[in-house]
């Protein structure tokens, strides 16, 4: 793995970490009203799907949708300033997400895209990726199965990544999987490891756009070890002076968050 890429990876990781502690210390001083749920080790799943999608691409959620949106364009201090802005002021993160959609705020809407995309592609033959990131407690497995259906019979190159799976939800969306359909591309994989979780990632989405094979993709969340700590674990085999590396980190992220929004989330 090239350093740059393990210091990125990492970097990213940790911002989204040390975001949404401020995020809790801010609800916790009731400058917030509703907290984001928890994205707390599920970090390497943002990262790696977003580090291998292009801009071009889309990408819907059922519940946390915050990560996604700070990392879109891989321009995470733009993320972070906008997000701010919009916890300030009140504002729908829909409103703001550009090709980032949420299932359970919009359903109707993330079909439409759908729908409007399955036009254009046989017009343009352009072929972005769906990324569909469902939390199996947060999404009626029949809204899974509609788009399922959807994207199979009309060709689109979707990936849907289930987190937080438990051994119920697989045995039943696998029945079901077979069941049905013979085109569909599944995977089970784990967040402990951001490199391998990349390389899955990576290759559903070039078979998606390739072959129009959607994929399936479970991520073990549950049991899974804190990613944050893999990689650091990475970094120190490198004799790297890590805490040297989280001062700067620190450093940049406070600067990305501007003294306006220090004083309304009381963090300074």
Known sequence: ?????????????????????????????????????????????????????????????????????????NKIERGIKEYFKIL????????????????????????????????????????????????????????FLESVVFSITNSLPCVYIIEQTTTNDMTVLNNILDSHYDKVLRVETSTDDIFSLRSTFHKAIRNAKEYLTPAVIFCDAINSNDP????????????????ELKGSLN?????FISDDLKEFLNVA
């Open 88 to 143: 300030k002021t009140g504002e729908s993160i829909i409103n703001n997400t550009l090709r980032t959609f949420s299932f359970n705020d919009e359903p109707e809407r993330v079909f439409s895209v759908m729908q409007g995309m399955a036009s254009s592609f046989k017009e343009t033959g352009f072929l972005p990726a769906f990324l569909v990131t469902l939390d199996s407690k947060h999404v009626f497995l029949s809204q």
């Open 251 to 255: 450093s940049e992220l406070s600067y």
């Open 1 to 73: 793995m090239d350093k740059e890429v393990l210091f990125e990876l990492y970097s990213k990781i940790f911002y989204l970490r040390e975001f949404e502690k401020l995020i809790l210390k801010s609800f916790l001083n009731g400058n917030i009203k509703k907290l984001p749920t928890s994205y707390y080790k599920l970090e390497a799943l943002a990262v790696s799907l977003t580090s291998v999608s292009s801009q071009s691409d889309y990408l819907f959620s059922t519940d946390r949708i915050h990560p996604y949106f700070i990392l879109k364009h």
């Open 228 to 243: 944050l700590e893999f990689l650091e674990a990475k970094i120190k085999s490198l004799n790297f002076p890590l805490n």
